[in-house]
């Protein structure tokens, strides 16, 4: 296993257009998180799940996102209508276990919104 | 709440010579603490991480942090750092039963040839 992927690195998309963005975990991780870094900032959670339950969702997450993992497995994360202030870092991680279990991340997916 | 400081943003110094960056927590409860680096394009890679017993904890490419409950802090040292080291280093913490990271706002290293 190579590890946390993510698809696309890059996304640029118009203002009022949806994107969506894949998550696939390292194989035998449970625990999946979705994370957003802007420029100068620390990544901030999103939203977290455990198997396919959605556990966790930071209001950060307006109700223009939406995060999926349907089979406990791979995970998407899908905002509509795009606004400039969406252009972030969007990383994901896995773990295999909560707590002070280390969380894997991804490259991360860079989303410009113009 | 937990919430992670972290007071320089850059921090230049010449190759060889010893760093620390720094990084204070804030939490009423026990906590998990970390140190990430980040380069340029790429995720997060994990350094190392203090979840109980020796306070002083050891991670990888030479760095080193200590958790010092008493003053909240978890700093990150290394005694002699490299050109490779230039990154941005992110503390975090997990505390209770809270499943997300709080990450700092980051510190950019720059080791200076």
């Known amino acids: 296993d190579t590890g946390v992927s993510q698809d696309p690195r890059h996304k640029i998309t118009k203002r009022g257009q949806n994107v969506t963005f894949r998550c696939d975990p390292i194989?035998?991780?449970?625990?999946l998180y979705w994370y957003r870094q802007t420029l100068g900032q620390g990544p901030e959670f999103l939203t977290y799940?455990?198997?396919?339950?959605?556990?966790?969702k930071s209001r950060l997450l307006s109700d223009r996102f939406s995060a999926e993992r349907p089979k406990g497995s791979f995970s998407t994360l899908e905002i509509q209508r795009t606004e400039q202030g969406d252009s972030a870092m969007y990383l994901c991680a896995s773990s295999d276990r909560g707590g002070g279990n280390e969380q894997f991340f991804g490259p991360g997916t860079r989303l410009t919104v113009l | 709440a937990q919430s992670v400081t972290q007071l320089d943003s850059q921090v230049p110094v010449f190759e060889e010579a010893p760093v620390e960056l720094r990084c204070n927590y804030s939490s009423s409860v026990s906590v998990y603490l970390f140190w990430y680096v980040q380069y340029p394009n790429q995720g997060l890679q994990l350094l190392l991480k203090y979840l109980s017993g020796s306070t002083l904890v050891k991670g990888i490419n030479g760095f080193e942090a200590e958790f010092n409950k008493s003053q909240t802090s978890f700093h990150l040292r290394k005694p002699s750092v490299h050109i490779s080291d230039t990154a941005e280093y992110f503390c975090?913490?997990?505390?209770?039963?809270?499943?997300?990271?709080?990450f700092g706002t980051g510190t950019k290293l720059q080791v200076i040839p």
């Open positions: 799940f455990q198997n396919e339950a959605q556990l966790e």
């Open positions: 975090a913490v997990i505390s209770g039963g809270y499943q997300k990271v709080t």
């Open positions: 194989s035998e991780h449970n625990r």
